[in-house]
């Protein structure tokens, strides 16, 4: 059997270097479905039943074979491994899913395997940067905001997320933003300024505002902006012009 399908990687389509991804196996096709789980537990001498502890999870590990759809030289090949062979991660697509992310790495054993006359694939070992796939980034509406405001957020994934924002003040005052499908501390900046923008992201709970010189955290309450899967009813108070960008986590591979 020999399907194929192409991929992506660092925004590059395979089909410009005259590569597809295959699959040469015989029988049913096998694809990664989660992350791999382990169970963290203590064994306590005497206790027959062990101390749970949590689940771990690895990032997802997958293998992919790069065919040479018009043969190859010792130049395509150089060519090929200039363009997989990187040391960080970078966004990973495969055609038959395009709205799914991996931000992925090429490691371990690489392997050419060919018939001796220049016509062969590439096999590669994928390691992603967690144990989730992503959605293509996602822009809210821009709210504008007149004193207080509700607005919801619909996460279509799998688990919870941490969105970035970003904040153009109207008028000197505070932010507070409290999301009712959750039971969080609301979100909240005790002062900024008429005119100022500022942006934050959640996830690596980052703050940065246009003012030179003027770090926000010391105006933060310290209560990261999470959005549940389903919809998010935010209820926002202060004068502003918002927008939210996110992206979506699933937990299937």
């Known amino acids: 059997m020999l399907e194929s399908v192409d991929i992506t990687f660092d925004g590059v389509h395979s089909s410009q270097l005259d590569l597809t991804q295959v699959y040469v196996e015989s029988g049913l096709f096998e694809e990664v479905f989660t992350a791999n789980r382990e169970i ?62 991996f931000y992925a790495m090429f490691i371990g054993d690489s392997r050419l395997i060919h018939n001796g006359c220049e016509e062969g694939y590439i096999t590669l070992n994928v390691r992603c940067n967690s144990p989730y796939s992503y959605s293509n980034f996602k822009d809210s509406d821009e709210f504008h905001i007149d004193g207080e405001q509700m607005i919801e957020i619909i996460n279509d994934g799998d688990l919870p997320l941490k969105p970035e924002i970003e904040i153009y003040k109207i008028g000197r005052g505070s932010i507070w933003i409290n999301n009712f499908s959750r039971r969080d501390d609301p979100f909240e900046f005790d002062i900024l300024e008429d005119g100022e923008t500022i942006y934050i992201d959640n996830e690596e709970e980052f703050i940065k505002s246009d003012i030179a010189n003027t770090p926000r955290y010391d105006n933060f309450n310290d209560s990261f902006l999470v959005l549940d899967r389903g919809v998010n009813r935010l209820l926002v108070k202060g004068s502003c012009i918002l927008r939210v960008r996110y992206q979506f986590e699933f937990l299937q591979g």
């Open 40 to 101: 963290k537990e203590v064994k306590i001498a005497g206790r027959a039943r062990p101390y749970f502890q949590g689940v771990d999870l690895s990032p997802l590990e997958f293998s992919v074979k790069i065919y040479f759809e018009e043969g190859f030289t010792s130049q395509t090949v150089r060519e090929v491994a200039r363009w997989l062979i990187k040391d960080h991660y970078l966004p990973l697509t495969f055609d038959s899913n395009p709205e799914r992310i």
